[in-house]
């Protein structure tokens, strides 16, 4: 298959291209550390094939994109994390993050769709912090929050097309983005976790890839609630 995998330059998007590229796959290797993304040709030779942009520079990753073949699976993982504080509310911060996590995916859409035919894969990196509204996460969750609406409008308009489009929503994932968390991380797994459960889940073309399962269902049956008992509780646990 050829695949293009954004953010491959660490965590769980680098384990996933050394996993696909392991099993004989190509992979298109996104990132903006290019020494890192040349690494990952020494051991993999013409299977990796390294383009550094930043997704946040649409013109720059049209270009970089543009004569990119036909793909069959596209992940769109690239992102970032910071936190906010309510009662000092960062403009700038909330910024930083959507432009990353939310527009920085939508100007890979624009450069990927066209490279997308009948039968080819679309994958949305979101996170389980998208089914439940988490103090400090205003900016992360919102934006992840939008990647799963994103990814359900596009599972409806691409699949006309036949292009299956999935969400992926992990829990705490062990990877330099949560190694700067200041807070526990129940059922935090590995990157070898995270890159089998995301494959597995690709390869049988589930709409929505959640791990570890028994945090991620406790935190989807916490969503059904009504808003006012999700608010208790949360307030309760994460805040006292
Ligand atoms: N770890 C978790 O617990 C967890 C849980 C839920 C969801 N996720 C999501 O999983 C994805 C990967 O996270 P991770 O934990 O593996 O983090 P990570 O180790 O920090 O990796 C983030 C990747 O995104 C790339 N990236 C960041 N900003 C970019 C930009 N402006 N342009 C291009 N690439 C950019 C980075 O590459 P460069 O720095 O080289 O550009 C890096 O390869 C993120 O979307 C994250 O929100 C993670």
């Given at each position: 298959m050829k695949i293009l995998i954004t953010g491959t330059t660490s965590g769980i998007g680098l384990k996933l291209a050394q996993d696909y590229m392991a099993a004989g796959n190509t992979v298109y290797c996104c990132g903006r550390n290019q020494s890192v993304l040349h690494q990952l040709?020494?051991?993999?030779g013409d299977k990796a094939i390294p383009i550094s942009f930043d997704v946040q520079d649409r013109e720059g990753c049209l270009a970089a994109l543009a004569?990119?073949?036909?793909?069959d699976l596209v992940i769109l993982n690239a992102g970032t994390c910071e936190y906010i504080d309510a009662n000092d509310f960062d403009a700038a911060c909330f910024e930083r993050v959507l432009r990353i996590n939310l527009i920085g995916l939508a100007n890979c859409l624009q450069a990927l769709i066209p490279k997308l035919a009948a039968g080819s894969s679309l994958s949305l990196m979101g996170s389980s912090s998208s089914y439940l509204p988490l103090p400090r996460a205003e900016a992360y969750g919102a934006s992840k929050a939008a990647i799963e609406y994103l990814a359900k409008t596009l599972a409806i308009t691409l699949g006309k097309e036949g292009i299956h489009v999935s969400y992926i929503a992990p829990g705490f994932v062990e990877t330099p983005l949560t190694d700067l968390n200041d807070f526990p991380m129940p059922m935090r797994v590995d990157v070898e976790f995270a890159s089998r459960r995301i494959r597995q889940g690709l390869e049988r073309k589930q709409r929505e890839i959640h791990f570890p399962r028994l945090f991620t269902g406790f935190m989807k049956t916490l969503s059904l609630l009504p808003f006012a008992w999700q608010r208790f509780l949360l307030s309760k646990v994460l805040m006292s």
């Open positions: 040709v020494g051991p993999f004569s990119l073949p036909e793909l």
